[in-house]
């Protein structure tokens, strides 16, 4: 399973974009890089899901270098309501096997007015 | 469309009690699992489970116990709760495995005396 870091905490402006960077240096061939986003109090919540270049939704941008070593969630203009814990998680399901995933601690965002 | 509802949402127990987490989906999805959330750790998956009548250990299974003999609900058991087992537990469910779009519940919130 790749090991991923990511910053444990950032602050932004309110209407600022925000990047956040998830390193995954032994990412392998099959894994995929996804994020969640936590609110205090609630269960984790999807946000994007990749496998490499870019990847955009309503909610956020995901953009995968060619060497896939690492990932930036983009957060276009955020708002207080951004403020919340984001985790990256990097694998694949293991056919027959015991499919792990791992949360590390996540990215703890604080929008600021 | 409830997604996925967990109760109770708050309990507190005596070392040595024990009790049941209820969670149940309306979803249709046939993978479902527990996490336990501990400050500082990330969410752990404690059990999971792949279809109706099936269930597996995760990361940290010590201490609990599970159920899933109707494929909407998936039960945690305490069979003697101790002081290590305080935290918030979540659980989720997905149609397509770990690394499909997992959808998580609000949470209970346990504390054991």
């Known amino acids: 399973l790749a090991k991923t870091t990511q910053p444990i905490s950032m602050d932004s402006y309110e209407g600022q974009e925000v990047n956040i960077t998830c390193s995954h240096n032994n990412i392998a061939t099959n894994d995929y890089i996804t994020w969640y986003q936590q609110f205090p109090s609630q269960g984790p919540r999807f946000i994007i899901q990749?496998?490499?270049t870019k990847v955009t939704n309503e909610v956020a941008s995901l953009f995968i270098p060619a060497d896939r070593k690492s990932s930036t969630l983009s957060l276009p203009r955020v708002s207080l309501s951004d403020t919340a814990v984001y985790y990256c998680?990097?694998?694949?399901?293991?056919?027959?096997?015991?499919?792990?995933?791992?949360f590390g601690i996540g990215t703890k965002l604080q929008v600021i007015p | 469309n409830a997604g996925v509802t967990q109760t109770p949402k708050f309990r507190v127990l005596k070392t040595g009690q024990s009790m049941t987490l209820l969670c149940a989906q309306d979803?249709?999805?046939?993978?479902m699992y527990w996490y336990r959330q501990d400050p500082g750790m990330g969410l752990r998956l404690i059990h999971y489970s792949v279809g109706e009548g099936t269930t597996a250990k995760g990361e940290v299974p010590d201490g609990y116990n599970v159920s899933r003999l109707k494929k909407q609900n998936f039960l945690l058991g305490l069979e003697s709760a101790a002081p290590s087992q305080t935290s918030v537990y979540f659980c989720?469910?997905?149609?397509?495995?770990?690394?499909?779009?997992?959808?998580f519940g609000p949470g209970t919130r346990l504390t054991v005396t």
């Open positions: 998680l990097v694998g694949a399901a293991l056919f027959g096997g015991y499919q792990k995933v791992t």
């Open positions: 989720a469910s997905s149609m397509g495995g770990t690394w499909d779009e997992q959808y």
């Open positions: 979803m249709n999805h046939e993978y």
């Open positions: 990749g496998y490499k």
